[in-house]
């Protein structure tokens, strides 16, 4: 008989996506004692432990402090229960509502309650339907306005004052939301329609063996190949990147088992074609200067690294101390040897799908890849910047090593769906990037 299939619940290391209405963040439950802010309220995340993902938790006043942007608000989480989720027009139990809004006027003086009469009812009152049915009440206008403007009026009242967060699993598609609406820049503006279109091209699946290489993603890249590869399968991707450090924070949140991420091996690229080319002689050389690192590496490269990476791919190396020798700790090869000596081997062994993701010319790096892959498969090169695939298409079209070339770009508008209210978003992205797509020839 099939085992049931149990809801994963929030553990400490986890890392979670506070939703709060619309508004998601992507936070480290890393202890005991850790908060998360949203806007001016700090939520205490201890209850969080041991419950299942998906669940909905009241933010609680702890205390208030008078803060430089007004007062700043201690929340604990309690878990919510389904009465007190119900609409706020069920709440309220508004029925009547006006035939229009013409005699409605914006003079400021529909509300009776003053900024102050609020501030000290939200003190006393920790429940949000308490404050909105009281702002109702006083409200002149309120009943008289139509049923689309009242709800207008209650969920923005609602917004302002509600109380209650959702927890989320981390996702790719979250995560991508989340890093665009942050800082477009740290992910290179790839959107999740750009992201869906790369996965797709890529033909990345449970077989094969995978070549990836960007220069600063926030590990969405990755992570997104290494879902799509799947757990318990025979596939591996080869993560290659400029710096010495891979940014991995959005491999790190999906939380994967442990044989599924050592199939993804993140190699430094100028560091593993040494070991490809030169093969044991390489083992000699020394760890690239600071000076090489700096000029290899683009320098909001490291912003986003995080601290459990540290320790992945070649360290500087540290000034021993008097009373030790150099080779006193090392018993062996450092990992970021092993890591470039498996990337090396199935470099041999050749790849069947190479994806870029490039904030410099692709040119050089397409020239010094495209060897390692076979015959017949996808080639996939995305770049902010229309000029640079256009000039490295000419130039494979030149080569004749790639065919079938096209060069896209996505447009992607959302649209709200309420009733009689369904229509396109007032604001969208306007770019997310182009790709450049081909297949490899013999």
């Avoid at 740290?186 to 959107?191: A, T």
């Avoid at 449970?206 to 318990?232: H, K, Q, R, V």
Wanted: some cysteine.
């Amino acid at each position: 008989m099939p085992s049931k299939l149990t809801t994963p619940t929030i553990q400490l290391g986890d890392y979670i996506v506070i939703q709060r209405q619309k508004y998601t963040k992507l936070q480290k439950f890393g202890s005991l004692d850790a908060t998360a802010t949203l806007g001016k309220e700090h939520l205490e995340l201890k209850s969080l432990l041991d419950q299942p993902y998906g669940s909905t938790f009241k933010m609680c006043v702890k205390e208030t402090k008078a803060g430089k942007r007004g007062a700043q608000r201690q929340h604990t989480l309690e878990l919510a229960s389904d009465n007190e989720l119900r609409s706020i027009r069920e709440v309220l139990n508004i029925s009547s509502s006006g035939a229009d809004n013409r005699d409605i006027s914006d003079n400021g003086e529909a509300q009776a309650l003053k900024s102050q009469d609020i501030e000290q009812l939200r003190e006393a009152c920790n429940e949000s339907s308490k404050i909105i049915e009281k702002l109702v009440e006083n409200s002149k206008t309120f009943h008289t306005r139509t049923e689309y403007s009242q709800d207008k009026y209650l969920l923005k009242k609602e917004k302002k004052y509600f109380e209650f967060v959702q927890i989320r699993q981390p996702s790719i598609r979250l995560m991508a939301d989340i890093f665009h609406r942050q800082d477009a820049e740290k992910i290179m503006g790839i959107r999740v329609d750009t992201l869906s279109q790369i996965i797709s091209y890529s033909g990345v699946s449970g077989f094969g063996n995978y070549l990836l290489y960007e220069s600063g993603t926030n590990g969405l890249l990755p992570a997104a190949m290494l879902n799509s590869i799947g757990a318990d399968t025979e596939a591996t991707l080869v993560h290659m990147h400029p710096g010495n450090v891979p940014q991995k924070q959005a491999l790190l949140a999906l939380k994967l088992p442990l044989e599924q991420q050592q199939r993804c091996i993140s190699v430094n690229l100028y560091s593993v074609l040494r070991e490809f080319y030169q093969g044991d002689k390489s083992e000699a050389t020394v760890t690239p200067t600071a000076a090489e690192a700096e000029a290899e590496t683009p320098k909001d490269e490291n912003d986003a690294a995080t601290e459990e990476q540290t320790d992945i791919i070649e360290p500087t190396v540290k000034k021993p101390k008097l009373d030790e020798s150099p080779n006193a700790h090392r018993s062996g090869p450092l990992r970021w040897q092993l890591e470039n000596k498996r990337a090396s081997d199935l470099m041999h062994a050749k790849f069947d799908s190479l994806v870029m993701a490039a904030k410099e010319h692709p040119s050089n790096i397409i020239q010094a890849l495209l060897p390692l892959v076979k015959p017949s498969r996808p080639v996939v090169i995305f770049s902010t910047c229309k000029e640079l695939l256009q000039e490295t298409f000419m130039e494979l079209k030149t080569t004749g090593k790639v065919t079938n070339l096209h060069v896209t770009s996505n447009w992607l508008r959302t649209y709200q769906i309420l009733p009689n209210r369904t229509h396109p978003e007032v604001n969208m992205s306007g770019n997310s990037g182009y790709l450049l797509t081909g297949y490899t020839l013999k």
